[in-house]
């Protein structure tokens, strides 16, 4: 039985959406296609074990590849993400999901248990990890969608 769509108030963040650059294409170019694959592999292991699982479907390993995707095309790669699905309009995609700061701040402690190895496990050319990691923080910030 099909049921109409639960309704709730959009939480709005009052800082704009990400508008600083994108990461470094330096990064794609020391981790790889693979590497980046790998990292977001590792990155929904996680996931899998964390209060955020429900958030996610039930093929990980599927979400992990969509998310390499268009981690791949913002680092400057070809554009698999929206050969494969479309424009990423990510903040459209995410709002299905009730994403709160909490949820936020959980999504990046996660990342980063993931980041904190990534020099060693990926090849992640450490110079390039504070933007990344600020890259990643205003990206979520603009995911939040309910207080």
Known sequence: MLRPPRTRPVFVPAQPPPAGPPPSPEILAALGEAGVVRMLEDF????????????????????????????????????????????????QRHLPFEIDPAARAQWLETFERVLARAEERYGFPPEHLPAFRAFLASFSAWMVNAE
């Open 44 to 91: 929904y292991l996680l996931l899998e074990d964390s209060p955020l699982r429900p958030l996610f479907p039930e093929d990980m390993q599927a979400a992990a590849h969509r998310s390499a995707a268009f981690f791949v095309q913002i680092l400057g790669g070809p554009p698999r993400y929206s050969e494969r699905h479309g424009p990423p309009r990510m903040r």
